[in-house]
Nanobody
Framework: QVRVVESGGGSVQAGGSLTLVCEVS????????MRWYRQGPGKERDMVAQ???????TYADSVKGRFTISRGDAMNTVYLQMNSLKPEDTAVYYC????????????????WGQGTQVTVSS
């Protein structure tokens, strides 16, 4: 079983910064990708940033230049540094982990955290 836990959300004024943290624990054989998604009020859940085990990093156009995704030394932790926050960044932010719990396709997992609220006021 794999557990994903986010932390670091909160309320800030426009232009401020926050750092979100996602920790993945449990039966992890390999961790192929870790992603941050967000879902604003009345909106769909969209991917914000992705970090793969191969070193590839991807950002949504709306956050490029403002958000930075990075992996911890243990590789089972991912951070999302958010700078120059805007009111439109207000959303629940979710961490998603994709990997394997064992050596075989039957062990694939695609796990989500419970989400952390980010509120940016103007």
């Amino acid at each position: 079983q794999v557990r994903v836990v986010e932390s670091g959300g909160g309320s800030v004024q426009a232009g401020g910064s926050l750092t979100l943290v996602c920790e993945v624990s449990g039966s992890i054989f390999s961790l192929n990708a870790m992603r941050w998604y967000r879902q604003g009020p009345g909106k769909e859940r969209d991917m914000v940033a992705q970090s793969t085990s191969g070193g590839s990093i991807t950002y949504a156009d709306s956050v490029k230049g403002r958000f930075t995704i990075s992996r911890g030394d243990a590789m089972n932790t991912v951070y999302l540094q958010m700078n120059s926050l805007k009111p439109e960044d207000t959303a629940v932010y979710y961490c998603n982990a994709l990997g394997y719990s064992g050596p075989g396709s039957q062990f694939v997992f695609d796990s989500w955290g419970q989400g952390t609220q980010v509120t940016v006021s103007s």
